[in-house]
């Protein structure tokens, strides 16, 4: 017989949590972009740690028995946890009884996705830190890519990278398009594919390499306005943090169901602006049939 008035024999708050996190940690395509480097400031600390950024050091020619020295002044900003996000659901007595497998392992898959998806969107909208001197196109002037002109057009977006001196000596620049750009760069003669990449530094979840730089796909880099916007960068231009706060469940008083809730904190901050780079691409070109037979 069933025992209806208990919650999840095998639903340790603790446990579930750990792994939920653990699985938050992966295939996320933008948590392949970031740094995490003051996320453990900022569990300990609460929802703001100060980030200070080293000045630039010059050097000059020695001419003299003198030596005069610069000041140095490290510039500081905040980053702020501002992103509180929840997920609540119910799980019927009933339907627990009649599903097979692991249902609320299931349950927290889904609501990994969907946490991924809204993180996602939110740090590939930082687009809009990116300086004008490291954008490709313009609003006013959007690319229209086709599979003559990706190329060329992914060339300058990674030189605007290597301008900005974003680019250097172990750093790898990643770009994040969507399934329809995809589209054309895999027509595109110039574009290696994973399996053909000699080494083994691709980015989890990247299907190859333009322009040196490792292509990552998101069906989140939506339409805005009639234009996409493309992000390019290196790992040191935004920094995240996130915390899964709490879950927990508890027994719906009105029902024989369980309730399942958990929150979700996060924040972001682009820390080096040189190091982000974006295409504003035209929507309206699109791949045809006839593209594809070509």
């Known amino acids: 017989m069933t025992d209806f008035t208990t919650t999840y024999g095998a639903f340790i708050p603790e446990i579930w949590s750990k792994k939920l996190n653990n699985m938050l940690e992966k295939n996320c395509v933008m948590l392949q972009c970031v740094n995490r480097n003051w996320e453990g400031d900022i569990k300990q600390q609460g929802d703001k740690v100060k980030i200070i950024t080293p000045a630039d050091v010059t050097v000059s020619t020695l001419t003299s028995s003198n030596i005069a020295y610069s000041s140095l002044t490290p510039t500081s900003m905040e980053l702020e946890i501002d992103q509180k996000k929840f ?42 830190n990116v300086t004008a001197a490291n954008t490709v196109g313009s609003e006013s002037a959007p690319i229209t890519l086709n599979k003559s002109t990706i190329y060329e057009n992914f060339v300058k977006l990674s030189l605007t990278l290597k301008n900005s001196d974003a680019v250097y000596s172990g750093v790898r620049p990643w770009v994040v398009i969507n399934p329809n750009i995809e589209a054309y760069l895999l027509q595109s003669p110039e574009f290696i594919s994973a399996h053909n990449v000699a080494d083994k530094t691709l980015r989890e979840g990247s299907i190859g390499r333009i322009a040196g730089m490792d292509v990552l796909v998101s069906t989140n880099l939506t339409e ?9 960068g290196t790992n040191d231009a935004i920094t995240f943090a996130s915390q899964l706060a709490k879950i927990e469940s ?9 309730l399942v809730r958990g929150l979700y904190l996060y924040g972001a901050k682009t820390v080096q602006p040189k190091a982000l780079a974006k295409m504003i691409v035209s929507t309206t070109a699109t791949v045809t049939s006839k593209d594809q037979e070509e």
């Open 224 to 232: 805005v306005d009639g234009k996409y916007y493309i992000l390019a």
């Open 250 to 258: 508890l027994r719906d008083k009105d029902s024989f169901s369980d």
């Open 87 to 128: 997920f609540a659901f119910k799980i019927d007595d009933v339907a627990k009884v009649q599903t097979n497998g692991d249902i609320m392992e299931a349950h927290l898959n889904n609501a990994k996705k969907a946490i991924e998806e809204v993180q996602d969107s939110y740090l590939l909208a930082m687009h809009t």
